[in-house]
């Protein structure tokens, strides 16, 4: 019989949750910005900056993967 999981490590799952969830948001913002506004200059600026946007959201991703593994295994 697995041990309950202490609030210490929910907690720290959970921030791992928040972290992953805000930083691939701010990626896919990244991406879609040019899209939502081509004439403008800060949709220039995100076009130009759209490396950051998918390294963002990779690392989101994974930050998102991480939670869930760790969820799931026990």
């Not at 019989?1 to 921030?15: G, V, W, Y």
């Not at 004439?39 to 991703?61: D, K, M, N, P, R």
């Amino acid at each position: 019989m697995p041990l309950p999981s202490t609030p210490q490590k929910s907690k720290s799952r959970n921030e791992i949750l928040i972290k992953g969830l805000t930083i691939a948001l701010i990626g896919i913002i990244i991406l879609l910005a040019p899209v939502f506004k081509p004439e403008s200059g800060i949709g220039q600026l995100f076009a130009q900056s759209y490396l950051v946007g998918w390294f963002a959201l990779v690392l989101g991703l994974a930050f998102i993967a991480q939670y869930l593994l760790a969820r799931f295994k026990k």
